[in-house]
Structure formats: C-alpha cells, structure tokens
C-alpha cells in the first residue's frame, strides 16, 4: 500500500506561488520548485500530477487572494465607490512597495502564455473576469444609489477599471517613481468625481 504523504497545502501552494511569480511559468524548473516546497518531485507529482497542476493551483490561490481583497475594500467602505477607490489605493501601495517587480501574477501569465495555452489562459480569464464581475456590482450599485454619473456605462467603466489596473501593474515593472504612478491613479479617480 503506497503511502500517502501529508504536508500542509497551503504553505507549498504559497512557496510554489512565489516562485511562478518571480519567475514565470517557463522559467521555473522543477527543481527550483523542489527547493522552495521543500517536497520531492514525486510528492508533487502525486500532489499536483504535473508543474501545470502546481501552477494552476498556484494561480487559483492568487485569484482568490485578489478577489477578496476587493471584497474585503467594498465590505469595509461606506459606499461602493469608496469600495472601490480602497482597492485602487491598495493596489499601488503594493506597487510601490514591490521591491522584486514582479507584478501581477494573473497579469504575468496572460502576458507570458501562449495563445495555445488554452487552460491556463481560460482560467486567467476566469479569474480576471471574477474581480471585473465585482467590480462591475459594485459600480451598479454606485449607480443607482446616485454616487455614480449616469454618464457612465458601468460595464464599459468597469473594463475601463481593469485595463487600468492592468497598465498600472506593467508600469510598476518599469518605474518605481511613486508620482508618477499616483498621477496615472489621481487621474483615473478623478472619473468617479464627475458631477452625478
């Protein structure tokens, strides 16, 4: 009878996740992943069935992680849209303090897989159309309570969102002048202050 191996899953899902990040799916090797989980390729292997697995179930980690830190910003503000100006504000504090640049990890891999890469892009997408589906709840909701312009369609504005948060993850890679990128994010709030 095979014995089964018991680690915690969490800690090698967040010591694997760190290294994808760092590195990028490619990049990684499968020893690289051995010294930073601590566990035997055969142990991952069994785990996960392949560095794929790893790596997707890395990428659900990350995935949920974002998600509930948009949550976690509209459950704690006043308003959807204070929600949602929390979570902007975050987001480039973390860029800011991203000493390493590694970015977004969802953003990473859309940026790095291949088109052929069909599940891991359909479960990037998933992911990011998760936060955006958030996001566009909460600009609804900013809506109708008359804290939102009538002027904006809010699924257009919440794509907006997203490609903004997109470009200000790809920025923090190249620059670290924290005006700069606090501008880019001024100007982007600045939309939520139009006259309703």
């Known amino acids: 009878m095979a014995r089964k191996c018991k680690f915690d899953r969490d800690k090698v899902l967040e010591s694997a996740m760190g290294v994808f990040w760092e590195e990028g799916y490619c990049k990684t090797s499968m020893s690289k992943l051995v010294d930073a989980t601590h566990l035997n390729p055969g142990s991952i292997y069994a785990a996960f069935k392949s560095k794929e697995g790893l790596f997707s179930s890395s990428l659900d980690r990350y995935g949920r992680r974002s998600l509930e830190q948009l949550q976690q910003c509209l459950d704690q503000a006043a308003t959807p849209l204070q929600g949602i100006k929390a979570f902007l504000r975050q987001l480039v504090d973390e860029i800011v303090d991203d000493r390493k ?66 470009g200000l993850r790809v920025l923090g890679q190249t620059t670290k002048d924290k005006i700069i990128i606090q501008a880019c994010l001024d100007m982007l709030l600045s939309l939520f202050s139009e006259d309703c």
């Open 101 to 166: 640049r590694c970015g977004c990890l969802l953003v990473n891999t859309a940026l790095e897989m291949s088109p052929h890469s069909t599940p891991i892009r359909q479960q990037v997408n998933k992911q990011l159309e998760a936060i955006e589906s958030l996001m566009l709840d909460a600009l609804r909701s900013a809506q109708k309570s008359g804290e939102l312009s009538r002027r904006h369609e809010p699924t257009v504005l919440a794509k907006y969102i997203m490609v903004n948060i997109w």
